[in-house]
């Protein structure tokens, strides 16, 4: 069997981490980990948006300068569709910035005011294979469902009962039971 020590290292957790969360209590670094995670895809969309825009715009722009003056109806009307094209989807993406970046508020706010949810039982390992992409990791304890890391995966022995604290379906930490 793995030792404590392995688990933690395995699962990203720390020894200090576990007692805090064994006194019903997070530490300050989960928190902060909790309550962040998510913030880099408002980012992505919020960069993707602005290089739709700008591609959008730049290219209605280009095509314009590229007519013969005085431009024809139907030039004109191409050039309105890539302008209205770029600022469509650009406001599509920014939207799901918003959405995410609402959904980072909501877990803040969960993290900020929770208690570690305690689940103990029988653990039962799964592993989604999945075709050009990693495969992923997770364990049913006492009939919740976690995303594990691979490392972490291994160390676990099936059919052992551990005990599991979370926050808002995230795994903190685990330990094996007596």
């Excluded at 139907?74 to 989807?89: K, S, T």
């Excluded at 006492?142 to 995303?147: E, I, K, L, T, V």
Aim: with cysteine; charged share 20%; net charge positive.
């Amino acid at each position: 069997m793995a030792s404590l020590e392995q688990l933690a290292a395995a699962h990203g957790f720390t020894l200090e981490e576990l007692a805090l969360n064994r006194d019903g209590k997070l530490d300050p670094k989960q928190v902060k980990r909790g309550g962040d995670a998510g913030r880099g895809w408002g980012v992505f969309f919020i960069i993707l948006a602005v290089l739709v825009l700008g591609a959008g715009e730049g290219g209605a722009a280009a095509f314009f300068d590229s007519l013969r003056k005085p431009p024809d109806r139907v030039d004109l009307n191409a050039v309105y569709m890539m302008a209205g094209a770029g600022l469509f989807f650009a406001l599509c993406f920014l939207a799901v910035a918003i959405a995410q970046f609402r959904a980072v508020s909501r877990r803040r706010a969960v993290y900020a005011v929770a208690a570690p949810e305690v689940v103990e039982g029988p653990v039962q390992k799964v592993v989604i294979q999945q075709r050009r992409q990693h495969d992923t990791y997770r364990y049913r304890i006492g009939g919740r469902d976690f995303a594990a890391p691979e490392a972490g995966w291994k160390l676990i022995e099936p059919g052992v009962r551990y005990r599991a604290y979370s926050v808002a379906g995230d795994l903190l930490s685990i330990e094996p039971l007596p």
